[in-house]
C-alpha cells in the first residue's frame, strides 16, 4: 500500500488531491464522498457583496474552457453562518480562499476568517490591485510582496498565496511571496484569453477576456510549477488543466507537492477520487511505497534548459 | 422561486443526483430537426420529476469534440421499466454528437438535477404553454398533473405544422392539446391571448406554466399578474457543472424591489413566473 499523504508546511493532507477554488460548492458532495479528498478549497469570498460579471460567462473551446465569473461574493457573514458551519460536518481539512482590491482588504478578510474549522487561507492575489492602475498584485514581485506581508501579519494560519499565470517571470514573483512570508503558492490561477464567434463577430463572454482553463493550459503551467518549484522552499501546489492520475503525478514530478484539479470536475464530477484511484494504482505498479517521493523527482539533472526564445 | 412549503408539494424533488452510466435503447428522428432518445438507466435516474434534467457526456463523435456536458430535461421517466426519455434538437457540437449515438452505446448522465415543477393540490386545471423542445420539458408535468387529478389546457406553439411533436404524448395522458401555427398566424401573441383568457373565465387557469418561448413566458407574466393566476416556468442558461459550482449559468430575476442573479442549474431551472427575467 501506498502512503498517500504529503505536508503542504505544517499541514498535513491525507492526499495530495484537492478542488481549486471556484470549482467546488456543496454541490460535490451530494455526488461524491468529498472526505476522500486531501483538503477542500472554497470559491474565493470578498467582503464586498459582489454580483460578479455579466453573461455569457463561459465559453467551450477545444480541450478547456473560457470564464469571465468574476467573483460573485455573498461576503464574510455569510461565509461565517452558512458555509463554514456547513463543512464543520466533515473531517477534511477546508481551505479559505480570499480576495480584496485593496493591501488592507487582504489583511481584513484574511484576519476576519481566520477562526476554528478553516485549516488555511488561499489568498487569491490574481485579481486588480484598485491601488496600482487595476494591476493584479500577482503581477509584479514588489505588490506580490506587500499584500503577502500584509496577509502574514494577519493571520496565524498556513498562509497559500495563489499566483497569476499571466506574468513574464514567475518565479521572481514566487520568490518575492516566499520572502514575505507565504506558507505554500499556489500555481496557478487561469491564462488570460479571449475567443470570437465568426459568425457574429462577437466576443464569446460577456466581458471580452476571460480566463482559459482545462487540459489546454496543461503544459504551461506544468512549466511554471517546474519554475516555481526550483525557485522557493516552501511548497508549490500546481494547478491547471489537470484530469488524469497521470496528469497529477506529471505535476508532482515538476515540483508540485499537492495538486488541484478545477474544470476536470465540470465534466467528470468524480474527477478528483479517480485522479487518487488511479494515482495510488500507479504507485503500486511501480513499487512506489511513498507518493510524496514523486514530488520534485524530474529527471533533468543531465539536461539544460535551451536557451530562452520568448 | 421560494420553494412552497413541504405539504403542498404534490411533486417532490426525487433521488439524490448522481453520475450514471445509461445504455441506449433507442435514439430515433422524430421529424427534420428533433431526435427522441430512450436510454436504460439505474433506478435514480428513472426516479427524475418532471423540470428536472440530465448532464449528458457526449461523446466525441465525427469529428465533434463537445468539452462540456450538456443539460437535457427529462422528456419521460419509467422507474418500473428502468428509461430515462430525452427529447432533443440537433444544434451545434453536443447534440450532433448525441444524434450519433445508436442502440447499445453507453451514455454517461449526471442526474437528477435541478428543481423541478410544483403542483398544489388545491389546483383543477393548469394551463401548459411550449414552444419547440420546450414541450419535452413539459410533458412529464403534464403526465403528473393527470396522476394528481389535475387536469391539463395544453397550448402548443410551432413554426408550422411538421414541427409539432407531442400531441399524442400530451393527449394520451388526458390533456387537452391547442396547437398555434406561426404558418396560419394562429400562434400570433394577440390570439394567444385571447385563447388563455377564454380558458381563464371557463376556470380552468389555476396555474400557468411554460418553457421554450421569451415572447409566451412574458405574455404569461402579463396575464398571470392581471388574473392573479401564479405560473412557473422552466428557463434555460448555457452551463458548465450543473451542481451549482461554477456560477456559469446565471440569470437575473427580480426579488421584492432587487435584482438578483440566480444559477440555473441549482436553484431552477424551475422557477416562479414572476420572478423570471426574460
Ligand atoms: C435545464 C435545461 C434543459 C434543457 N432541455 C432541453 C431539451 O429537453 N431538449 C433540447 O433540445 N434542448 C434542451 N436544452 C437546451 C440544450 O442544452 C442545448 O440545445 C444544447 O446544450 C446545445 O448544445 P450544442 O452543442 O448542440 O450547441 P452549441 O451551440 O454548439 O453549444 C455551445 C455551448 O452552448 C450551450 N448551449 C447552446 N444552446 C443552449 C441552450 N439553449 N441552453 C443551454 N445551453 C446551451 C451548450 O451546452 C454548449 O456549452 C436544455 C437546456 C437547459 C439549461
Ligand atoms: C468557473 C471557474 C471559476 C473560478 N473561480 C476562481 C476563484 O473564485 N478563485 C480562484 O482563485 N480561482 C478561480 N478559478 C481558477 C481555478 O481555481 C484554477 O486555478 C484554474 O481553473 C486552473 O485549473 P483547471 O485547469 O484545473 O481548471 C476558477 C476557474 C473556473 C473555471
Redesign the interface.
Same mark, same amino acid.
Do not use: Y
Given at each position: 500500500m501506498t502512503d498517500m499523504s504529503v505536508s503542504v508546511g505544517a499541514l498535513r493532507l491525507a492526499n495530495p488531491i484537492m478542488p481549486a477554488s #471556484?470549482?467546488?460548492?456543496?454541490?460535490?458532495a451530494?455526488?461524491i464522498d468529498i472526505e476522500r479528498l486531501g483538503a477542500v478549497v472554497i470559491?474565493t469570498i470578498t467582503t464586498e457583496l459582489r454580483? #460578479?460579471n455579466p453573461?455569457?460567462?463561459?465559453a467551450?473551446?477545444?480541450? #478547456?474552457?473560457l470564464?469571465s465569473?468574476g467573483i460573485?461574493s455573498k461576503g464574510v457573514p455569510y461565509f461565517l453562518e452558512r458555509t463554514l458551519p456547513y463543512y464543520r460536518r466533515f473531517a477534511v481539512p477546508l481551505v479559505v480562499s480570499v480576495s480584496a482590491p485593496t493591501v488592507a482588504g487582504f489583511a481584513s478578510i484574511a484576519k476576519a476568517v481566520s477562526v476554528p474549522g478553516v485549516a488555511a487561507i488561499e489568498a487569491n492575489i490574481s485579481c486588480p490591485n484598485l491601488e496600482e492602475d487595476g494591476r493584479a498584485f500577482a503581477m509584479e514581485p514588489r505588490s506580490a510582496a506587500t499584500v503577502t506581508a500584509a496577509l502574514r501579519e494577519a493571520t496565524p494560519l498556513p498562509l497559500w498565496v495563489k499566483l497569476t499565470p499571466n506574468v513574464g517571470d514567475i518565479a521572481a514573483v514566487a520568490r518575492a511571496a516566499e520572502n514575505a512570508g507565504a506558507d505554500a503558492l499556489v500555481v496557478a490561477n487561469t491564462v488570460l484569453a479571449m475567443a470570437i464567434d465568426i459568425d457574429t463577430r462577437r466576443p464569446r463572454l460577456g466581458s471580452i477576456m476571460g480566463g482559459l482553463s #482545462?487540459p489546454v493550459i496543461k503544459p504551461i503551467v506544468v512549466r511554471m510549477t517546474y519554475q516555481c518549484a526550483k525557485a522557493v522552499k516552501i511548497p508549490v501546489i500546481g494547478c491547471g488543466g489537470i484530469a488524469s492520475a497521470e496528469d497529477a503525478i506529471e505535476y508532482m514530478l515538476a515540483g508540485a507537492a499537492a495538486v488541484q484539479v478545477g474544470t476536470a470536475?465540470?465534466?467528470?464530477?468524480?474527477a478528483m477520487l479517480a485522479i487518487l484511484d488511479g494515482m495510488e494504482a500507479w504507485c503500486a505498479r511501480k513499487g512506489i511505497h511513498r507518493v510524496a517521493d514523486l514530488i520534485g523527482a524530474i529527471r533533468d539533472t543531465d539536461l539544460e534548459l535551451a536557451p530562452a526564445q520568448y | 422561486m421560494k420553494p412552497p412549503p413541504e405539504s403542498s408539494v404534490v411533486v417532490p424533488d426525487s433521488a439524490?443526483?448522481?453520475?450514471l452510466l445509461s445504455r441506449v435503447i433507442s435514439n430515433d428522428w422524430v421529424n427534420a430537426r428533433y431526435k427522441h432518445l430512450v436510454v436504460a438507466a439505474p433506478p435514480q435516474a428513472a426516479q427524475a420529476r418532471p423540470g428536472q434534467f440530465f448532464h449528458l457526456?457526449c461523446p466525441d463523435a465525427g469529428g465533434e469534440?463537445?468539452?462540456?456536458?450538456r443539460p437535457m430535461s427529462c422528456y419521460g421517466a419509467s422507474p418500473r421499466q428502468g428509461t430515462v426519455e430525452f427529447l432533443y434538437k440537433v444544434a451545434g457540437?453536443g447534440t450532433r454528437s448525441l444524434a450519433s449515438l445508436v442502440p447499445g452505446a453507453t451514455l454517461p448522465m449526471?442526474g437528477p438535477l435541478g428543481h423541478g415543477f410544483s403542483l398544489e393540490p388545491a389546483w383543477r386545471t393548469i394551463v401548459v404553454v411550449g414552444r419547440g423542445v420546450g414541450l419535452a420539458t413539459l410533458a412529464p408535468l403534464a403526465e403528473a398533473a393527470a396522476a394528481a387529478g389535475i387536469a391539463v389546457q395544453a397550448v402548443f406553439s410551432a413554426r408550422d405544422r411538421d414541427s409539432v411533436m407531442s400531441v399524442e404524448r400530451f393527449e394520451a395522458s388526458g390533456a387537452r392539446v391547442t396547437v398555434v401555427l406561426d404558418s396560419d398566424g394562429s400562434s400570433d401573441p394577440a390570439k394567444v391571448e385571447a385563447l388563455l383568457r377564454r380558458l381563464h373565465v371557463q376556470g380552468m387557469a389555476d396555474a400557468f406554466f411554460t418553457c421554450g418561448s421569451t415572447r409566451l413566458l412574458v405574455l404569461l407574466q402579463r396575464l398571470g399578474r392581471e388574473l392573479g393566476v401564479p405560473g412557473q416556468v422552466a428557463l434555460e442558461?448555457?452551463?458548465?457543472?450543473?451542481?451549482?459550482?461554477?456560477?456559469?449559468?446565471?440569470?437575473p430575476f427580480r426579488e421584492d424591489d432587487e435584482v438578483v442573479?440566480r444559477r440555473v442549474c441549482?436553484d431552477g431551472p424551475v422557477f416562479d413566473i414572476q420572478e423570471a427575467m426574460p
Open positions: #471556484g470549482t467546488f460548492a456543496e454541490g460535490l451530494e455526488v470559491k454580483a #460578479g453573461v455569457p460567462r463561459v467551450e473551446v477545444r480541450s #478547456g474552457m470564464n465569473i460573485p #482545462g470536475t465540470f465534466v467528470q464530477p468524480s | 439524490q443526483p448522481a453520475d457526456l469534440h463537445p468539452f462540456f456536458r457540437t449526471l442558461q448555457q452551463m458548465a457543472c450543473g451542481l451549482g459550482m461554477c456560477f456559469c449559468c446565471v440569470r442573479n441549482w
